[in-house]
């Protein structure tokens, strides 16, 4: 190995060695609760999107494979409650987009199952899923369930 490798070398395995035992050494991440739960969220999570846009091709809303969806979502949504409790341990933030409560609620507003629509982003707002649009969405399911936002969701709203 050259001179200049070396130095390179060595200088790639300092940081490794860092971020493995240093920088990442009191977060969420160094915690093995929390990589066993990331290990089967994010894989399943990407399943998500896959399954939600063969889905929504095949506009079939009702069938097995939204019942399927469903289900994933609904594990998936757990896994993320699971992450968030303990990164919020960590002083860390959850992440804002959790998209199994995107597609539940997108998939109930397709059923025409407003209210259900409707908890799923309650839930996801109250999660600290803010992210992908959730409010807005909120207000959508609220105007086409035909009602008026409790003093609850008022205040998801604002």
């Known amino acids: 190995m050259n001179f200049f490798k070396s130095i390179f070398y060595s200088q ?10 240093g920088k990442f050494a009191d977060t969420a ?30 506009k079939d809303f009702s069938g097995e494979r939204a019942h399927a969806l469903l289900q994933k979502c609904i594990e998936n949504i757990n896994l993320y409650k699971k992450m968030a409790k303990i990164e919020q341990a960590y002083g ?13 609620a997108m998939l109930y507003e397709k059923q025409g199952r407003y209210e259900e629509s409707i908890s799923v982003c309650t839930d996801a707002l ?14 959508r399911m609220i105007k ?13 709203l604002d």
Do not use: C, V
Not at 35 to 56: A, N, R, V
Not at 126 to 139: E, I, T, V
Not at 148 to 155: R, V
């Open 126 to 139: 109250k999660s600290g899923a803010w992210g992908d649009g959730m409010r807005p969405r909120l207000a």
């Open 144 to 156: 086409k369930a035909g009602r008026t936002p409790t003093a609850e969701e008022m205040k998801l």
């Open 29 to 58: 991440w160094s915690n093995k609760e929390h990589k066993k739960i990331t290990d089967e969220y994010f894989p399943q999570m990407h399943s998500i999107e896959e399954d939600w846009s063969i889905l929504y091709n095949l």
């Open 92 to 104: 860390e933030t959850p992440p804002p987009n959790a998209p199994a409560f995107k597609r539940l």
């Open 12 to 21: 790639q395995h300092q940081n490794y060695s860092e971020n493995a035992t």
